[in-house]
């Protein structure tokens, strides 16, 4: 049935009709949105991540701007700026969010931050095999990307 549908070419109109509503600007908006939403909250499990092996057992952190901003030992001001960039990116998307652009931006930024997400997944797994050895180097590191915040 399907592939007469196809073949009669009455399944083609729909087709672009819904890919013809789906690239309008008005979906594009509540796409953004969406995406901005899922950003919000995988920015949000990274900062508690980070926060939570920070302030324990230490963690290496590959961002030099985050290395720096974490070098000052205050978890408040890592989450301030956390929390600030995140704002004033999805200000930023949303105020362009009927922009192809936008979209764009948006779905490379979701995507990183999937990507994240699962690279904390590993590093649980990989930290509870090793947290013992990571307690020592950070004792004795003078690596200045390994980080640890204490309280």
């Known amino acids: 049935m399907f592939a007469s549908m196809l073949h009669a070419g009455s399944l083609a109109p729909a087709m672009d009709d819904f890919f013809g509503r789906a690239a309008s600007p008005d979906i594009r908006g509540k796409r953004v949105a969406i995406?901005?939403?899922?950003?919000?909250?995988?920015?949000?499990g990274d900062l508690?991540?980070?926060?939570?092996y920070a302030m324990s057992v230490g963690m290496y952190?590959?961002?030099p701007?985050?290395?720096?901003?974490?070098?000052?030992?205050?978890?408040?001001?890592?989450?301030?700026?956390?929390?600030?960039s995140m704002l004033l990116a999805c200000t930023i998307f949303y105020w362009a969010r009927r922009s192809r652009y936008a979209e764009l931006g948006v779905w490379g930024c979701t995507l990183l931050l999937a990507w994240l997400t699962c690279h904390w997944g590993?590093?649980?797994?990989?930290?509870?095999?090793?947290?013992?050895?990571?307690?020592?180097?950070s004792s004795h590191a003078a690596d200045a990307t390994w980080v640890n915040m204490q309280n």
Do not use: C
Not at 35 to 44: E, G, R, V
Not at 48 to 52: E, V
């Open 35 to 44: 995406l901005l939403a899922a950003i919000t909250l995988l920015s949000l």
């Open 48 to 52: 508690y991540m980070t926060l939570t």
């Open 122 to 137: 590993a590093y649980m797994e990989q930290v509870d095999a090793f947290t013992q050895d990571i307690a020592l180097v």
């Open 65 to 84: 701007l985050a290395r720096f901003i974490m070098s000052f030992g205050s978890p408040a001001l890592v989450a301030s700026w956390k929390l600030g």
């Open 61 to 63: 952190e590959s961002n």
